[in-house]
């Protein structure tokens, strides 16, 4: 009995034991389902992490498939004084000048820089408001204080000038430079910027370029002593840690196909006496400073330069040594009124230096095949304005081989008169490739008009034309007196036939070679406004723009000029006897 007792004893002990190592066998079987499902769910966790991860790098690298061109649209508003009856130059109070950025590709892959566009397209809209408010206020205290102040010191100006810096399949990078004149003892002026990577439409942070800003400004440090060495300026770097804490954000910057550029404005590093600065650092001086996706990968290419406050430093010979090179305008005495006139622009090369003569004047640096070339715009006595080229290793210039008939276009418009506001407003396209840009010229056939093509850069960096015929941009209309003798050309430009243009039709330039003919399109009288121009007799106008953008069949009429006597005729029959409408400059 004892013994059976002690069995049962043991037995229960037993099932006590197997109960025990069952649960633990279960809660260890539950306790690895659930670890192993834990580290499927991180594992899922850390793929969907690492995807859109990849995601975003993918959209934050996205390429486009072609270069950006962007326009500059310009505004420019002139406001009279609408109690003064004279129209001496006194009745204008302000004149305030502002751009809009407006991308010409319209592809889809373009979409963000568009939407990127028009947003800093809104903040200058804020920013011109503020102005005009501005301005009227300055008018109104000013004629309060001083009645004559008009009269004796003309307008007051508010004027923004845009340079596109760089335009490539990476970013585009664009400075503005706004002067000020409200009436004070001198002159505002304040640089602004903006760079966009091109794939994303994302406003880039200067953190976004230059990787190690510290090394960057240190660099910088020593370059102000080296290009300023007479201002006694403020070093970089200390201005750069009171905006470190702002990521940079009011550090004025660009980049272009040399490197990193800073714009210090006037009081930053020193006195207004000092003026303003412009300092780079290039992308070979420092390996790892930049941020790669940014750095410029191409051989050749093309930027605006600052007239006259942009020093550079280029190895212009190819010994291995950068040399110092900027332009700046020549002044001088030119008139019997001892006032001092700007004359053109000259080029500097280390202590050589090339002068190119004309009136205004533009700059842009560029490199072909392995070396620096200087193109200059400059305008004529004749209203026109030519290109003359630099080569800045031999820093030689020809009058005659190095001077080639391109403007760049404006794109000019009438103004807009509303209420006492003149507005006038252009499309300038911008000069940032190499391959492609728009160059205008004058032609003189039945009239005097501007005409445009496009352009690229060849070698030795001279202008080669990537068209035959110019596309006449002004609106030029002429009536035909009697039958026109002409050949029919295609969309083209290539001759089909002999034809006839019947007499009382109104023509609208289309093409022209500006020089012997020019292709013109029959359009309706209704499309036509008319206008007496006193003793130049007839004038006409075209109402509709859009007719302008025919690319179909033309009539092409050839001039023959007799350079003797400088008459103009038409299979024998002199023009005027054959057209009215035509105006020539003189």
């Not at 930053?268 to 412009?278: K, M, R, T, V, W």
């Not at 012997?516 to 006193?534: A, L, N």
Request: negative net charge; proline residues 2%.
């Amino acid at each position: 009995m004892r013994y059976k007792r002690s069995l049962l004893t043991v037995f229960f002990i037993c099932l006590l034991m197997f109960v025990f190592v069952a649960c633990n066998k279960s809660n260890s079987e539950d306790e690895t389902k659930t670890e192993e499902s834990g580290k499927k769910e991180t594992k899922k966790k850390s793929k969907k992490d690492k995807d859109k991860k990849k995601e975003t790098e993918e959209k934050e690298q996205k390429e486009v498939s072609e270069k950006p061109h962007v326009s500059l649209d310009i505004t420019e508003l002139i406001h009279d004084d609408k109690e003064s009856e004279d129209d001496a130059d006194y009745d204008y109070l302000y004149k305030l000048t502002s751009f809009h950025l407006h991308l010409d590709n319209d592809s889809e892959e373009f979409k963000p820089l568009a939407e990127a566009f028009d947003k800093y397209n809104e903040e200058v809209d804020k920013i011109t408001a503020d102005a005009r408010q501005e301005l009227e206020q300055y008018v109104e205290e000013i004629r309060s204080d001083q009645p004559d102040y008009f009269s004796k010191k003309g307008m007051l100006t508010d004027e923004t000038e845009a340079y596109v810096i760089r335009a490539d399949k990476s970013i585009v990078s664009v400075v503005s430079l706004r002067t000020m004149d409200y009436g004070g003892v001198h002159p505002g002026y304040a640089y602004s910027s903006c760079n966009y990577d091109t794939g994303t439409g994302k406003e880039l942070k200067f953190t976004d370029v230059v990787k190690d800003t510290k090394a960057f400004f240190e660099i910088l440090d020593e370059k102000v002593d080296e290009e300023y060495p007479y201002d006694n300026l403020e070093k970089p770097s200390t201005y750069a840690k009171e905006l470190e804490g702002g990521d940079y954000k009011d550090l004025v910057w660009t980049v272009n196909a040399e490197g990193v550029s800073v714009y210090f404005n006037t009081y930053i590093l020193g006195p207004y006496s000092a003026g303003s600065q412009i300092i780079s650092v290039y992308f070979d001086e420092a390996d790892k400073m930049f941020n790669d996706r940014y750095v410029n990968k191409e051989e050749d290419y093309i930027f605006p330069v600052m007239v006259g406050n942009m020093f550079m430093s280029l190895d212009t010979d190819g010994d291995g040594e950068r040399e110092p090179v900027h332009v700046q305008g020549i002044y001088e005495k030119v008139y019997e009124d001892n006032d001092i006139y700007n004359t053109g622009l000259e080029v500097f090369v280390g202590e050589e230096s090339v002068r190119a003569y004309g009136y205004g004047g533009s700059a842009y640096l560029i490199r072909k095949d392995g070396k620096y070339y200087m193109y200059l715009f400059l305008g004529q006595d004749n209203d026109s304005e030519v290109l003359s080229r630099v080569d800045l290793d031999a820093m030689n210039y020809s009058m005659t081989d190095d001077i080639y008939d391109i403007r760049l276009p404006y794109g000019g418009s009438e103004a807009v008169q509303k209420d006492n506001e003149y507005i006038y407003t252009n499309l300038r396209p911008a000069l940032t490739d190499t391959e492609s840009f728009i160059g205008e010229t004058r032609g003189e056939v039945l009239s005097t008009f501007s005409g445009s093509k496009e352009w690229r850069i060849g070698k030795n960096a001279v202008p080669e034309a990537k068209e035959e015929r110019y596309r006449v941009t002004s609106d030029q209309i002429i009536h035909c007196l009697k039958d026109i003798s002409c050949e029919e050309v295609d969309e083209k430009g290539n001759v089909k036939q002999e034809a006839t243009i019947p007499s009382d039709s109104y023509l609208l330039f289309i093409y022209s070679d500006t020089q012997s003919f020019v292709d013109v399109r029959i359009i309706d009288e209704k499309d036509v406004e008319k206008e007496t121009w006193g003793d130049y007799g007839m004038g006409y106008n075209l109402k509709d723009k859009s007719l302008k953008d025919y690319k179909g069949p033309c009539y092409r009429i050839t001039v023959d000029l007799d350079k003797e006597d400088w008459e103009r005729s038409v299979d024998g029959e002199r023009i005027d006897e054959l057209f009215e409408g035509m105006l020539f400059a003189g």
